[in-house]
């Protein structure tokens, strides 16, 4: 607060600005990242540099993106001096499903070895928690763990369970390709300014993948939001939206369309991606 009033910023609603001020809950984050030296660490939302300071302690290769002009000069005199932190002004995403071509670029550039990989730590601003996660896993396989804060809401649809409304495409891709837990629950208290709801910390690890490359996970990811937008209709009715018709037949003839989407397991929802798949791209 004292930083951010002497230079004259006020946190911003509009970009969701809520900057974690507890101390053990940032060292916490970081710990439960288990960061190497060889990682590189994609911090997105920087603010006045907590969170990033304890990072570039844990690892030799630090990208922060952090979107507002104010902030980013706070950042910029707070580590000209420091080693291995690298800092973008801009807004992570170029567009709802596409991460910044700068960003992407050291992710897919990243080389730390065998055991060096990508991993996102990050108190997330809230509007961009489900595009950013969502573009990652989907897209960029060399990002192998998250670890984030993130508004309970979110959190909830990405740990939820089927035959509930949180369940829905953020939960089913999540699942597929992760194993993940609530490391923490974290008070509205711990955030300045406060929010209006709590948050959760969550860590995803990215798994073995059930999938045979990036274009399969793609496609999965597809057909599954494709048919949420009309979770409120049966299978059969939804996949008619984003299916053809032949290819719709096959899975009609496998599986119980007359469900709702959002009442089909994960390992179900892979099981329609095998037989919607099963023919010529």
Not at 80 to 87: F, P, W
């Amino acid at each position: 607060m004292e930083l951010l009033q002497a230079a004259g910023i006020r946190p911003r609603k509009r970009l969701g600005q809520h900057f974690l001020i507890d101390g053990n809950l940032m060292r916490r984050l970081v710990a439960c990242a288990e960061l190497d030296g060889r990682d590189l660490v994609l911090e997105v939302g920087g603010g006045t540099g907590g969170l990033t300071d304890l990072l570039a302690a844990a690892s030799r290769h630090v990208l922060c993106v952090e979107i507002d002009r104010n902030l980013f000069t706070v950042l910029e005199d707070r580590f000209r001096e420091t080693a291995g932190v690298i800092l973008i002004h801009g807004d992570v995403l170029e567009s709802k499903h596409r991460i910044r071509q700068d960003v992407i670029d050291a992710v897919e550039g990243h080389d730390g070895g065998a055991a060096g990989c990508v991993k996102l730590v990050a108190n997330l601003p809230y509007q961009v928690a489900t595009p950013l996660v969502m573009n990652l896993l989907v897209d960029h396989p060399k990002v192998r763990r998250l670890c984030f804060t993130v508004q309970a809401e979110v959190g909830g649809r990405i740990t939820a369970r089927p035959n509930c409304k949180a369940y829905g495409p953020m939960s089913i891709i999540s699942q597929a390709l992760c194993s993940m837990r609530a490391v923490a629950r974290l008070p509205a208290h711990t955030f300045w300014p406060q929010p209006s709801v709590d948050s959760v910390m969550i860590r995803m690890d990215v798994g073995d993948s059930p999938f045979a490359d990036r274009h399969e996970v793609r496609r999965f990811a597809a057909l599954v939001r494709g048919t949420f937008d009309h979770r409120r209709k049966t299978l059969r009715s939804a996949l008619g939206y984003v299916l053809d018709e032949v290819t719709r037949d096959r899975v009609c003839q496998r599986c119980d369309v007359s469900r709702r989407p959002e009442s089909f397991s994960v390992e179900e929802w892979l099981g329609i991606f095998r037989v919607a798949d099963s023919g010529e791209h």
